[in-house]
Each structure stands twice: as structure tokens, then as C-alpha cells.
């Protein structure tokens, strides 16, 4: 069955340190793939996606991500986070389930920010 | 070019009465899908509607139903209320191309839903 797995519940990291959030997908075939940022009580902001081609993406805010067929992974990094980036980020696959494209999340991921 | 916008921004209900929630959707956008999160998890796909008619349905009871209009706009109606209802519903929008949804979905702010 199609599945996201955000392994890593929370996660804290000083200001200013590199970032990188994991998350691992089960999908059989070559899948679509998103990262969204939520800030408490808001909606779901697009960070960047893969559909196809070159398997580093580049998003907003500085944020990139690296497509890794042979491990199943969609991992999401920052060179430098701020405070500003603290938030729930959640790794999003589109599939095709019943022949309704549908997107299934993973359980997101807390970003917290020390000073 | 407008986003995606939800009305209303918070709800409290009580079990076993109905709601409404609405959506109107990004410029240039045909389709409409519906999420619900409870507090502290993903997005649960509920429904996705084009062209007026439902196109595709997770694991919901048939008391969640939709409408999408002729401006693609969408309401979500939710019947006999239950406690675990209680969540935050997202509405978002796409481009329905050759038959697969493969653009991207862009979200509103959501409905904040209080069952008591």
C-alpha cells in the first residue's frame, strides 16, 4: 500500500545550523512528490516539488530537496535555518489510488528553532 | 490572481447537528479537493470534485458530501456531527489535465471545526 513515512516527530536545531528533514515513501510506481510548510493554525504552503528530471530540487525560502529513487526518499535540507522557519512540514506523494490521483501525507514533521 | 479562500475560519458545532464549509478556488482552477487534519497529523483525503461531480473519495462515511458550481467553487457538508469530526478541513486547488490531477494543489487556510 502507498505510504509516507516522516520519521522524526520533532526536531530541533539552532539558529543559523543546517537542516535536513527525512522522509521515506512506498509507491510502486515513479511517484510525485511535495514538501509543504504549516505555520500554526494556517494552511498548507507549497515548499517545492518533483515530478521529473533533475532530482535536486530548489524551493522557496532556501529550502531544497533530493528525489533518491534507490532509497525510497525525499529528503528535505537548508543550509541555514532561521527562526522564521519554525513550523510543521509535512512530505506529500501524489498517487494514483483507484484511478483518482490523490495526495497521502506523512504525519509531519516539528521543526523547533533554539536562539 | 487570487488564492484559495475558506469561509468560515472557525466553527463550533454540536454533535449530531449538520455543516457547511466552503471554498472558492484558485484562478485557472477546475478542481477542488478536501483534506481533513486532526491536531497533530496529516492531511486525510476526503473527496476531490471536478466538473461538478466527485472524482475520487478516501475513507469517509457518506456523511461527508460535497458540491463543486459552475465557478468551481466547493462546499463541503458534513451530516450527524460526531466529536471525532472536530478538526481542521483544508480545501485545495488544481488543474485537471487529460483526466489526472499531476499539477499541483494549492491550499486555503482551512476551517477550524469544534464538535462539542
Known amino acids: 500500500a502507498q505510504s509516507v513515512t516522516q520519521p522524526d516527530i520533532h526536531i530541533t536545531v539552532s539558529e543559523g545550523a543546517s537542516l535536513e528533514l527525512r522522509c521515506n515513501y512506498s509507491?510502486?510506481?515513479?511517484?510525485?512528490l511535495f514538501w509543504y510548510v504549516q505555520s500554526p493554525g494556517q494552511g498548507l504552503q507549497l515548499l517545492l516539488k518533483y515530478f521529473s528530471g533533475d532530482t535536486l530540487v530548489q524551493g522557496i525560502k532556501g529550502f531544497e530537496a533530493e528525489f533518491k529513487r534507490s532509497q525510497s526518499s525525499f529528503n528535505l535540507r537548508k543550509p541555514s535555518v532561521h527562526w522564521s522557519d519554525a513550523a510543521e512540514y509535512f512530505c506529500a506523494v501524489g498517487a494514483l489510488m483507484d484511478s483518482n490521483y490523490q495526495l497521502i501525507w506523512g504525519a509531519g514533521t516539528k521543526l523547533i528553532i533554539k536562539p | 490572481e487570487t488564492g484559495v479562500t475558506q469561509s468560515p475560519t472557525h466553527l463550533i458545532k454540536t454533535r449530531g447537528q449538520q455543516v457547511t464549509l466552503r471554498c472558492s478556488s484558485q484562478?485557472?482552477?477546475?478542481?477542488v479537493s478536501w483534506y481533513q487534519q486532526a491536531l497533530g497529523q496529516g492531511p486525510q483525503f476526503i473527496f476531490q470534485y471536478y466538473r461538478e461531480e466527485e472524482n475520487g473519495r478516501g475513507n469517509f462515511p457518506p456523511r461527508f458530501s460535497g458540491l463543486q458550481f459552475p465557478n468551481y467553487s466547493s462546499e463541503l457538508n458534513v451530516n450527524a456531527l460526531e466529536l471525532d469530526d472536530s478538526a481542521l478541513y483544508l480545501c485545495a486547488s488544481s488543474r485537471l489535465l487529460a483526466g489526472v490531477t499531476t499539477d499541483t494543489q494549492y491550499f486555503g487556510p482551512g476551517t477550524r471545526l469544534t464538535v462539542l
Open positions: 509507491y510502486g510506481a515513479t511517484p510525485y
Open positions: 484562478s485557472g482552477h477546475n478542481t
